[in-house]
Nanobody, 122 residues
Framework: VQLVESGGGLVQPGGSLTLSCVAS????????MRWYRQAPGNEREPGNE?????????????NYADSVKGRFTISRDNAENAVYLEMKNLRLEDTAIYYC???????????WGKGTLVTVSS
């Protein structure tokens, strides 16, 4: 299973972006899908671990990190094996590489995309 993110870019504070992630390959069923983020630069630096942003179950139940509640909306299209992250009122601290993550059924394998960079800057 391969995950490919898109939609990143440069946006001003207060602006909006929508990220997409599509799963492809030999897929039986995608269970939960998630977005994580990590500050760009030294990804191996202690304290710069990937941060949970949002998750959505196969039934469409969302869950958000406190830092993005009310600003980000996660959604998915099960028929397309896709997950989206609508981001509004972006802040400087939202600048990060955003990674898509998915659980596959029935092997319970976890897959990651390569990330898409979101830069919030004036």
């Amino acid at each position: 299973v391969q995950l490919v993110e898109s939609g990143g870019g440069l946006v001003q504070p207060g602006g909006s972006l929508t990220l997409s992630c599509v799963a492809s390959g030999t897929i039986f069923k995608i269970k939960s899908m998630r977005w994580y983020r990590q500050a760009p630069g030294n990804e191996r630096e202690p304290g710069n671990e990937r941060e949970f942003v949002a998750a959505i179950t196969s039934f469409g139940t969302p869950n958000y990190a406190d830092s993005v509640k009310g600003r980000f909306t996660i959604s998915r299209d099960n028929a397309e094996n896709a997950v989206y992250l609508e981001m509004k009122n972006l802040r400087l601290e939202d600048t990060a590489i955003y990674y898509c993550n998915a659980d596959h059924y029935p092997d319970d394998m976890e897959y990651w995309g390569k990330g898409t960079l979101v830069t919030v800057s004036s």
